[in-house]
């Protein structure tokens, strides 16, 4: 199977997924990138079902509306029964790297409202140790070269993502080279850095279940 034909498998698996898990008339937090794409489509056929969804970007904001679905401020919502989005790398404890199409601010914020968190992505996502794929970094865009020297002393290769910024109107620094031993740790210690907006680890709050694509098909893990 291909990377798409896996994102696609694991998209529906999603759906089915809120369709058994979650009851009728719940709202659903919905991630941003490809697969989340995908898992937009796929929830379109149990639309019925869905009172309204919080979308973690403009990007998917536009495609929910797309398909109909009514979409919330987060402020007018106190808590939803699921997350569900992809992931650029998750590690055996469920922490994960996201933050590749840079919306991870607004990610980490509707993720912290849900009960559940779903990670859907296919097997090439899953790694040992976290830290292969660059690790993004919202920044202010006055701090970039305070937080560059920062995140440079930590060890990484901070660069910056060219002629992005992101839907807060911030830059992003994609930082190499960094081998995430302890992805609880850093975080905690990229978020005391004055300037950096979110970083993408997101092991403080990482997924609680995984839907992950292979070539057996989609299997559903929990932490
Ligand atoms: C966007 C993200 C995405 O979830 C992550 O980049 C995975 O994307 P894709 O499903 O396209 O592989 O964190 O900010």
Do not use: W
Not at 30 to 38: H, K, P, W
Not at 128 to 155: C, D, N
């Amino acid at each position: 199977m291909t990377q798409d034909e896996l994102k696609q498998a694991v998209a529906q698996a999603a759906a089915d997924y809120v369709a058994s898990n979650i009851a009728a008339g719940a709202i659903i937090g919905v991630g941003t990138g490809s697969t989340a794409n995908l898992f937009i489509d796929a929830l379109a056929g149990i639309k019925e079902r869905i009172a309204a969804t919080v979308a973690s970007s403009e990007a998917t904001r536009k495609r929910l509306e797309g398909h109909g679905f009514k979409v919330l401020d987060l402020n007018e919502v106190e808590r939803m029964p699921v997350y569900i989005d992809g992931a650029d790398e998750i590690d055996p404890g469920f922490a994960m790297i996201k933050g590749g199409g840079g919306a991870l601010t607004r990610e980490k914020i509707v993720a912290a409202v849900a009960d559940t968190f779903v990670c859907i992505c296919d097997a090439s996502k899953q790694v040992a140790t976290l830290g292969k794929f660059p690790l993004p970094v919202e920044v202010i865009p006055m701090a970039r070269s305070q937080v560059t020297r920062e995140l440079a002393a930590l060890g990484g290769t901070p660069k910056l993502r060219e002629g992005f910024l992101t839907d807060n109107g911030n830059i992003i620094l994609d930082v190499h080279g960094l081998a995430i031993g302890d992805p609880v740790g850093l975080e905690t210690r990229l978020n005391q850095i004055v300037g950096v907006v979110t970083n993408g680890l997101f092991a403080r709050r990482g997924a609680d279940v995984l839907l992950l694509g292979t070539a057996d098909g989609v299997k559903t893990l929990r932490r």
